[in-house]
């Protein structure tokens, strides 16, 4: 039998000098040089769900800019004989969108008792429901009282503002009726917990936006 005994690579000089070592293969125990070694990835649910919401920036952005050249180039605003917006009511409803998030950021804490974290989401989504409801009721009452899409910027921009912002709202609330029924069946909470992370991100962005229009429809 004969052995075959592998030599090891000779090593040459050119133009007398040693040739530059060989880059590392991520080989041995250094962290530094470990490919595993790196910062975690960005999941695609919430890499996604930042391209989502930089979007709707822009086009709210683009709305709020269409808003205040409306009413900069109108004469009086609101208008005389068009009904006021429900500044109070809308202020504390405010306070309840506002405590949702709250509710679901402390939710994300601790995703290790999984009915801690089915009562956080059903808290957040009944705190939601019951903005919209709000919103809707005061729709009706301002419809009563003669404010609607026919009247004018005025009632034009509201609907439009308000309305759209609304639309966002019960999307969101969707997506966290799914995930709170993912949840129910035992998903969504294995780290990294991409989904519901990405629907949570999606959710204080929605609740975020709307003080900004309260303030610029409202107050302002």
């Known amino acids: 039998m004969t052995v075959i005994v592998e030599k090891p690579p000779v090593v040459r000089r050119t133009n007398g000098r040693l040739p530059p070592p060989l880059p590392p293969t991520g080989g041995g125990d ?13 999941e695609n649910a919430r890499l996604a769900t930042m391209f989502l919401i930089a979007s709707e920036v822009m086009f709210f952005a683009g709305l709020v800019s269409a808003y205040f050249v409306l009413r900069m180039g109108a004469a009086q605003w609101p208008p005389p004989l068009q009904p006021r917006l429900p500044v109070l009511v809308t202020g504390l409803n405010t306070i309840v969108l506002l405590g949702s998030s709250l509710a679901l950021a ?38 009563g009282y003669g404010l609607t899409l026919g009247s004018g910027a005025y009632g034009g921009t509201f609907y439009s503002l308000i309305g759209v ?18 949840v129910r069946r035992g998903g969504y909470l294995e780290a990294p917990a991409a989904g519901l992370r990405a629907c949570a991100m999606y959710w204080h962005f929605v609740v975020a936006l709307w003080p900004v229009l309260y303030v610029a429809v409202y107050l302002l």
């Open 165 to 182: 912002h609304g639309v966002h709202v019960l999307g969101a609330l969707a997506w966290l009726s799914i995930v709170l029924a993912g």
């Open 106 to 143: 402390r939710t994300l804490r601790d995703r290790t008792d999984r009915a801690q974290v089915l009562r956080g989401l059903a808290v957040t989504a009944a705190l939601g429901v019951l903005f919209l409801a709000v919103q809707g009721y005061e729709w009706i009452r301002l419809i």
């Open 30 to 42: 250094d962290d530094e040089r470990d490919p595993q070694g790196g910062r975690p990835q960005l």
